[in-house]
Structure formats: C-alpha cells, structure tokens
C-alpha cells in the first residue's frame, strides 16, 4: 500500500491495529480453532516463533518457551508486550531484507515456525519460506495457515457486511502451490488438512459441522482454512555433515515362550552406531525364556545386554517397561519372533540416522511373504487397517502393527509427556507410538522388510480378539486424533 507522507502511514498503521484487535475478539471462535489446532501440534515449552503475530494472543496460549513474534506494526507489537511480557516481540517486515538478522547474529533457532494467514498478503512467498532456514536447525517445523480459495466471495461479502476485518486484496493459493514453495525452499512437508466448515459460534451446529463433517472426503474440501506442516530438510551435503557423528542405539526385544529364538537374535543383531544397548522384557514364560536370558548374559559379558521381568500383562506394557530402562540416543523395538531378520535393523538405524524420517515403521506388505507368516484373513485385516490408519493420521501407514519400530529417544519422551492426552490405552505398544508420531507432527517413514514364518512356539496374536481391538483403535483415533475439537 502506497502512502503520501509517513504521517499517512503511521494513522493507517495505528487505526489498523485498533481494528485488528477489535476483530480478533468479535471473532473468537475463527481464531481459537487455529490456536487449538496448533496447541495440538505443538508441545508446550517449545521454542516457537510467530512471523505475523499481530498483539501474540496466539503465540501465548502456545505457553513456549521461548516465545518470539516478529510483526510490522509496532502499535500491534505495543499491545502484545503490555499484555504478555513474558513473550519477546522483534519490530520487521519479513520481507525486508535482513528482517531476522537480530536472530541470526545469536544463532538462534526455533522448533515451530508458525506463519498463519499471512502468505495471502506476501509479495515473494518463496523468499520469506527461503529465510525460515537461517532460524531452523535439523528437526525445525513449520506451520502455514491459509484461506481457501473457494471461501473468497464469501469473505469479501463478510467485509462488505461488516462481518470481518476489511484486509486488501490477497494472494489465493492452492495447496499444491503452498507445498511446491515448501519444497523449493528446503521444507518437506509431512501432513496437510483442514479446518472449519463454518466459522461462526453456533451452539452445537458449528460443534458438529466443524468436528466431525469437516474432517470427511471431499467435504473437508469445502473448509475456510487448510494448514500445511513441513519439516525443515536442509541440503544433502548438510545432512551428511550433521551426521558423521554416530548415535548410541538401545534394541528392545520383549520376549514370551521364546526361549528358541534368543539365541539367535543375540547373534544376528548387527552393531548399530557407536554403542548397541541390547534389553530383554521378559513377560512371564511358560518355558525358559528368562533362565535362557541369563545364561547369554553370564556368557557373553562384551555384549551389553539387559534384562527385565515384566510387571504387567501385553507387549505395551513392555515396551513401556524396556524403554524406560533405556540409555541409547535411538530407540528400536525388535519382535522376538524372529519373523523380521534382526539384519533388517541396520536399514532403520541409516534412516532414522541421516534424515529421512524421524519415526521409522516396518512394512510386511510389500514384499512377497513366507507360505505360513501371515494368514490370508489377517494379511486383508492388515490392509483394511492400513487405509483406515493412514486416513486418521493423514499420514500413509501400510501397516499398523509391524513390531520394528525405530525413534529417537527425545521424540520418546515428547509423547511420554503427552501420553495424559491419550492415555494407557494401548495393550500392543504401536499405537501409542503411532499416535504419538502423529500428534507431534514426526515425519514417519516406512521401510519394507521380508516377514517370515515363526520357526520356535506359538504365535501370541489371535487374530479375532485383536482385530476387535484394532477397531476400538480406530475410534479412539477419530476422536483423540481425527475428530479433535478445534
């Protein structure tokens, strides 16, 4: 916007943020759902910055720490720091040229980038996307809000209703757009959705229209705002030199009636990284798993090998048990059936390592199959769950519940204190992990591995009592992931 003389664009600026903060309360509910789908997303404590953040109601109800905002108008940057001094608000365009200089010369970096409703009044959209790598490290996330382009006729009637803030004229992105300026800016993008049907408070109508309508095909479509998360990928050449250095690695093996296999598994788990911690949970055996445990141990004192008996009952609970018990920068699972080669672990370690995922799944269903591993009815279950899952999480899942699972023990620890969200519901051990990836926005990678057929015991599954827990999982999932209230 062009302007006569300084004192033109100060009253503009400064009538701006009086109406700016008018609207933001008259419309509440538009701006709370953004927050609280952001609050989903974002574990409090983080360090988060807002380019855009107006007063910082948002960034506040974040609880970061630290929290920073950049807006360019100081009457909006006045009002945040009389209200929320905890928070630290920078002065800049982000399209100026060194807008983030202050940052950069503190070698600052950030968990979460937010840029919400904002790219619809950028000039260069990909040059402000290009500067959020001088405040990103490996694991940064970004979060981008916009306006659908099919709600355009009806905001303009809300503005000339005076129903809403009259802005000037916005760029109108597709998604596809959004994510291809993501990826030319070093940002892979990880999950993409919607949000609102109806942006207006009515009781129970905009409830059930916005939590549960909103999130279908094709309907989700029709929303008000879409959100993209991507993560910062910095340059091959920069991953391979943040990555020389090797990881300590713990490979968690829970173990019941398996006293054939330990041996074995002793022997083919490969070195990963500069240290491999190996712990058994040992869950009650009939025959003599744990006795065959201890005999190893006595017998092989270069190894570094652990053992627990489990408390509870199901192979969650011992996951729960080992990992806590862990001391490895990287945590695995290894089922102790032997129907994934213990071989296979070195190809989760290499991903997880340089960067290709930060949750790591096995897939059984890519590759042809042994004749007994898994059954015809459970392998169709396996895919009918897959698309179910990959629906819910808005992320592809082939499948649910291969026991090789690989992340970093600090993502661990973000879903353990996220877990009062969810609960100890999960009687496998996967889905409190899946759903935890989710919710923290972990890019989750799958790698297909060749599953064979038991050759020691009985398998532990039965397929119609877990399948009838599969499905419970699926609604818990639509209403703690899918159907969240926003």
């Known amino acids: 916007m062009e302007f006569k003389n300084d004192i033109e664009k100060e009253a503009y600026l400064k009538d701006y943020a009086e109406k700016k903060i008018y609207w933001r309360k008259r419309n509440w509910y538009y701006h709370e759902s953004i927050t609280n789908q952001l609050k989903f997303f974002i574990p409090e404590k983080s360090s988060v910055i807002e380019i855009g953040c107006g007063a910082g109601d948002t960034l506040y109800e974040l609880k970061p720490n630290p929290g920073v905002g950049i807006d360019k108008?100081?009457?909006?940057?006045?009002?945040?720091?009389?209200?929320?001094?905890?928070?630290?608000?920078?002065?800049?365009?982000?399209?100026?040229?060194?807008?983030?200089?202050?940052?950069?010369?503190?070698?600052?970096?950030?968990?979460?980038?937010?840029?919400?409703?904002?790219?619809?009044?950028?000039?260069?959209?990909?040059?402000?996307?290009?500067?959020?790598?001088?405040?990103s490290h490996r694991r940064t996330k970004i979060f981008v809000t916009y306006y659908n382009y099919f709600w355009n006729p009806i905001l303009k009637l809300g503005e000339f209703l005076n129903l809403k803030l009259n802005e000037r004229?916005?760029?109108?992105?597709?998604?596809?757009?959004?994510?291809?300026?993501?990826?030319?800016?070093?940002?892979?993008?990880?999950?993409?959705?919607?949000?609102?049907?109806?942006?207006?408070?009515?009781?129970?109508?905009?409830?059930?229209?916005?939590?549960?309508?909103?999130?279908?095909?094709?309907?989700?479509?029709?929303?008000?705002?879409?959100?993209?998360?991507?993560?910062?990928?910095?340059?091959?050449?920069?991953?391979?030199?943040?990555?020389?250095?090797?990881?300590?690695?713990?490979?968690?093996?829970?173990?019941?009636?398996?006293?054939?296999?330990?041996?074995?598994?002793?022997?083919?788990?490969p070195k990963l990284g500069k240290h491999t911690e190996i712990i058994f949970v040992e869950g009650n055996s009939s025959d003599n798993t744990f006795a065959k445990i201890e005999e190893l141990i006595k017998n092989n004192p270069e190894i570094d090998i652990k053992l627990f008996k489990q408390s509870g009952e199901g192979k969650g609970d011992a996951v729960r048990k080992g990992f806590y018990n862990a001391?490895?920068?990287?945590?695995?699972?290894?089922?102790?059936?032997?129907?994934?080669?213990?071989?296979?672990?070195?190809?989760?370690?290499?991903?997880?390592?340089?960067?290709?995922?930060?949750?790591?799944?096995?897939?059984?269903?890519?590759?042809?199959?042994?004749d007994k591993a898994m059954r015809p009815l459970n392998k169709l279950g396996n895919i009918f769950f897959s698309k179910m899952f990959s629906w819910l999480l808005d992320q592809r899942i082939t499948d649910t519940l291969c026991g090789t699972k690989v992340l970093f023990k600090e993502d661990y620890t973000k879903i353990i204190n996220n877990r009062n969200y969810f609960g100890e519901f999960d009687p496998f051990g996967d889905f409190d992990l899946l759903f935890g990836a989710s919710k923290l926005c972990l890019k989750i990678i799958e790698i297909p591995i060749r599953y064979g057929d038991r050759k020691y015991g009985k398998t532990n599954i039965n397929r119609f009592r877990d399948g009838f827990l599969l499905l419970r999982m699926c609604f818990f999932a639509m209403r703690k992931i899918k159907f969240i209230r926003t």
């Open 327 to 370: 001391t490895g920068d990287i945590l695995m699972i290894l089922d102790a059936d032997m129907t994934v080669a213990p071989e296979e672990l070195i190809k989760f370690y290499n991903a997880l390592k340089d960067g290709k995922g930060e949750f790591i799944n096995g897939t059984r269903l890519v590759y042809q199959m042994d």
């Open 169 to 269: 004229e916005k760029n109108w992105l597709y998604i596809d757009e959004i994510k291809n300026l993501l990826t030319l800016s070093d940002f892979q993008v990880i999950k993409s959705g919607s949000l609102m049907l109806f942006p207006k408070r009515i009781p129970l109508i905009s409830y059930f229209l916005n939590r549960y309508i909103a999130r279908l095909p094709l309907i989700k479509r029709l929303c008000v705002t879409g959100f993209v998360v991507a993560n910062y990928k910095p340059s091959e050449i920069k991953i391979v030199r943040e990555c020389n250095e090797d990881f300590t690695t713990t490979v968690l093996v829970p173990c019941r009636n398996e006293e054939g296999h330990i041996e074995g598994i002793l022997k083919r788990i």
């Open 73 to 135: 108008n100081k009457y909006l940057l006045e009002k945040g720091k009389e209200k929320f001094p905890e928070l630290i608000f920078h002065y800049s365009d982000i399209e100026d040229t060194n807008p983030l200089e202050e940052l950069i010369s503190k070698n600052q970096k950030f968990d979460y980038i937010i840029i919400s409703d904002l790219i619809g009044t950028i000039e260069d959209i990909q040059c402000v996307f290009e500067k959020m790598k001088y405040i």
